[in-house]
C-alpha cells in the first residue's frame, strides 16, 4: 500500500488549497480514507474521513463547515479541499486508510505528510 499526499503549501488566511493522496496497492473502494494534521508540539488529530460503504463523510469540529473530504474511485485518490484557511490550520496533513468500509475502523496505512502554512 502506498498514499502519496501533496498540495500543501504557503497561503495567506482566508485562502484555499486542496490536498490529493494518491493511493497505490490496495482496492481503493474497498477501505475508508481519512486526512489527519499534526501541528508542531502538538499531537496528531484526526480532521476528517470518507466511509467507503456509502460515502458518508464526518469532520472534526475545527474544520466542519470550512473543509470537504472526497474520493475519485477512478483515479485512486481522495482530496481535501479546505477553504477560509486559518493560521492555526497550520500542520503537517497526512491521509490514511482504514482497515475497513467504515471510518470506525482502525487506520493502518499512512501516507508521507505535507506541509501546510497558513500566514496571517
Known amino acids: 500500500v502506498q498514499l502519496q499526499a501533496s498540495g500543501g503549501g504557503l497561503v495567506q488566511a482566508g485562502e484555499s488549497l486542496r490536498l490529493s493522496c494518491a493511493a497505490s496497492?490496495?482496492?481503493?473502494?474497498?477501505?475508508?480514507k481519512g486526512w489527519f494534521r499534526q501541528a508542531p508540539g502538538k499531537e496528531r488529530e484526526g480532521i476528517s474521513c470518507?466511509?467507503?460503504?456509502?460515502?458518508?463523510?464526518y469532520y472534526a469540529d475545527s474544520v466542519k463547515g470550512r473543509f470537504t473530504i472526497s474520493s475519485d474511485s477512478a483515479k485512486n485518490t481522495v482530496y481535501l479541499q479546505m477553504d477560509s484557511l486559518k493560521p492555526e490550520d497550520t500542520a503537517v496533513y497526512y491521509c490514511?486508510?482504514?482497515?475497513?468500509?467504515?471510518?470506525?475502523?482502525?487506520?493502518?496505512?499512512w501516507g508521507q505528510g505535507t506541509l501546510v502554512t497558513v500566514s496571517s
Open positions: 496497492g490496495f482496492t481503493f473502494d474497498d477501505y475508508a
Open positions: 470518507i466511509s467507503s460503504s456509502d460515502g458518508r463523510t
Open positions: 490514511a486508510v482504514v482497515i475497513d468500509y467504515y471510518c470506525s475502523g482502525t487506520y493502518a496505512y
